[in-house]
């Protein structure tokens, strides 16, 4: 199994502001994805982080909104911008390695005032 | 939307064997069955997971029916750390494919 570590792990954002998160995975993985899980929700994938390109957005998210870095095949990075409050939730990064299984970080408490 | 069903909470008492159901009655050949759990505060937990026989780890055991079109998660000897959010998740083996999560079973171990 892939260690994925996500920082921040918690933070309080102002309204308008914009705060990106970075993951971190312990060994080279094939893909990499964004959810996003909303105050007693499930979890929603935002996108898939794809290595040397643009990330591919699920139906609902744009890359105005949630800008996707993927340098290289251990680190990402997702760009919440111009937060509102409908934004707090926790964003979670997981990794597939050459399995079909996949693997998440503890998460990233967003929290907009 | 997920293609699983699950019932939304479950008691178990600590000590006692957990069975969590799951219901997947579209399942197709290729589409093996995930668990995932996630504890309060934290990411989802990668449990077990399943094609057509039944599989056991350290963690838990996966019991999937012969015609699969449901399974049972089962806890051997529930603590109350078990205490979670349990996901069903079915998937098929195509490496693009994603998982969906859906609402999951919350399970409470009581003492």
């Known amino acids: 199994s892939a260690v994925i570590s996500q920082k921040p792990s918690r933070d309080i954002c102002q309204r308008g502001t914009s705060l990106t998160i970075q993951c971190q995975v312990d060994?080279?993985?094939?893909?990499m994805f964004w959810y996003r899980q909303q105050p007693g929700q499930s979890l929603t994938l935002i996108a898939t982080a794809n290595q040397g390109s643009e990330a591919t957005y699920e139906s609902g998210f744009v890359i105005d909104k949630f800008p996707i870095s993927r340098p290289n095949l251990t680190f990402s990075t997702l760009t919440v911008s111009n937060m509102s409050p409908e934004d707090s939730s926790i964003y979670l990064c997981s990794a597939r390695g050459s399995g079909n299984t996949i693997y998440f970080g503890e998460g990233s408490w967003l929290t907009v005032v | 939307d997920a293609k699983t069903t699950q019932p939304p909470s479950m008691d178990c008492a600590e000590g006692r064997a957990a069975n969590l159901p799951c219901n997947h009655s579209?399942?197709?050949?290729?589409?093996?069955v995930y668990w995932y759990r996630q504890i309060h505060s934290q990411g989802p937990q990668y449990i077990i997971h399943g094609l057509k026989n039944n599989e056991t780890n350290e963690m838990a055991s996966l019991i999937i029916t012969e015609d699969r079109k449901s399974s049972t998660l089962i806890l051997p000897h529930a603590t109350l750390r078990d205490t979670a959010v349990y996901y069903c998740i079915v998937r098929g083996d195509n490496y693009g494919q994603n998982f969906v999560f859906g609402p999951g079973t919350r399970l409470s171990v009581l003492p």
């Open positions: 579209t399942i197709s050949g290729n589409e093996y």
């Open positions: 060994s080279q993985v094939t893909m």
